[in-house]
């Protein structure tokens, strides 16, 4: 072969670096206010929320990522390609996140948010399709991915449910965005658990 | 020797940088529409579509570089000028990608994302000779590089036909865009294929 | 175990690329005056002055956050979600920036400023309680923890009391943004001396 | 020592970073002409060819910097605080790069930039100045540190005439701005040299 393989850290390196700038681009949508009074910044707060949301599950996204990388045992195209299929769904955040936050009433606005983020679980279960086929002789681990699969699956089509359920009440929606975050933010913690010096 | 060689992960390390930025940034020129309604988000399609397709164009122009860049033997002067030299045409990919999409049936901004793809094109063959020059002991990686440049030059080609096309029919130049990622994704599946475990 | 221990030179690779957004697209707010002229280019001056003071802000918790991440000895959950805690508060400050430096004389924006330093601030504590749980066995290390923990406490604590002291005087809450680095400034000195060669 | 020293890979890493991101964003000022229509775009050429310039400039300045850190044998508090004294300068060149292509017939914006430059120069200078003490010992390395600061202090000093001259000819000026990236490019090229293979 003339040329290498990509390695797991290269592929993570780049995707780190991908991910950091969506986290952070997004505060260049949260415009100073045009009057410097606390009402006027009362009425950026919608959009300081829906940034506060969104920097919360890329944050999540990214731990996930990270755990997801680091199971990877050979760089494929296949991987490759639905990698940065994740990273596209996930570069469209910034996007819903403002268009969200300055029309937070809208239904419009609030299922397409619910849209893309269900498209990034979508990828991100096409993602792990490729780790289990690269651990299909491990049933361990086939387990395991079918463990983290399933909740997946529950988070996508969550977020799929929350498209329709806008134009019923955005408020069964917005809960649906708050209650995913939540049920990824603690297991996490479980999972973390072990690398806690003294476990 | 007072300074160090510039090591090709170095190299490759900024590289990443720049290009997972320019990746990124292009999203921040979806502004949210007007309206919150989906006839305004239909007017914005244009701007996404361009976006998707520049997302895609750097995504495969990221796993060449990739390639290439672990074919390098030593970071001559040359190198790191060609390097920097495709850098700079890529960057400008973000401006190509606004304009098109803010202005689709212009032959204008059509021929100037053309050009743009073209330069990155010769970017790209002027950064591989230097390779070829470094390898020019071993033939078996001549005739690699030679066949890698063969594709360039066909790509390149099209994408310069592609700036007075625009002038007859934009939808010729559009098929062309669409052409070349699909003629690269395919094949880079089949390099790809070695990696995996089991082949 | 299914999945690798995320190590500390991911966590700081990733919080480095924040960082680095951070206190670089701030520059983007730095708008070109409308007219070319000096006087036009000072009316920016508050502006540019207000930039200056966070680059150096931000620079300062960058270094801070270095040395605190060397002192980490394992990544549990709490550790990266005191992080990410952390790098949200860090990312509002563009946003604090922007707003004081083109309203730099009315206390909101002044109190906002200094609310998002205290939380900075708050947030640095929070993550260095995880840290002083890690070397509880070494008495050596909580007491150096102890120490960075006081100069914290003072600096937040600082921060805080320039929110309500806006309303009295805004040159008395800028007294407080010019101390607190300058604080920072001196003793980082103290402590890297020993890095020198000869020392 | 309860905190480890910060390696110079790691001040590079974030170094490289702040460089890769300033080098990409200015292509955010290269907004969209109004109107699809060449002369629409050739009103944009002079903020195109002042983005070329900076690019160039830009790339320059990490090259060189490249090469310092690769000199430095330990990273002092004083050659950390000398390199974010660097990247400040050089985080204000997207600033007056939009400021001279939007206004580049006016002494105000060329003299503007002459003076960034003329900053950025002097900041190479400064932080040469911490290794040329850490080297002071070896007589080979002063003799080639004096060189470099020679050729800095030349350009640093062409940069700063150009402030006055952009009064009376602002094509003197641009004549500097022209000369001095020939000059750092020609001689890289020499001292590169030594890298090739086969040399």
Tied chains: 1, 2, 3, 4.
Excluded at 142 to 157: I, L, T
Excluded at 176 to 192: D, G, N, R, S, V
Aim: with cysteine; net charge neutral; charged share 15%.
């Amino acid at each position: 072969m003339p040329h290498g393989e990509m390695t797991t850290s290269r592929l993570e390196a780049f995707s780190d670096g991908v991910i950091a700038i969506i986290v952070t681009i997004m505060v260049l949508e949260l415009r100073a206010p045009s009057q410097p009074t606390w009402p006027a910044l009362l009425k950026v707060a919608p959009v300081f929320l829906s940034y506060g949301l969104s920097f919360l599950v890329v944050a999540i996204m990214w731990v996930n990522h990270h755990h997801l990388i680091h199971a990877v045992r050979g760089v494929t195209a296949r991987l490759l390609w639905s990698n940065l299929n994740l990273l596209f769904w996930m570069s469209l955040i910034p996007f819903v996140t403002d268009f969200l936050g300055k029309n937070y009433r809208e239904p419009v606005t609030v299922a397409l948010y619910g849209l893309d983020l269900a498209l990034c679980g979508s990828a991100f279960y096409l993602l792990r399709i490729e780790l289990v086929r690269q651990d299909s002789g491990n049933p361990e681990m086939v387990q395991y991915h079918a463990g983290v699969q399933r909740k997946n699956v529950f988070a996508s089509a969550l977020y799929a449910l929350s498209i329709p359920l806008a134009y019923v009440s955005i408020y069964a929606s917005f809960f649906i965005f708050a209650l995913i975050p939540a049920m990824y933010f603690l297991p996490e913690k479980k999972l973390a658990g072990g690398y806690e010096p003294g476990a």
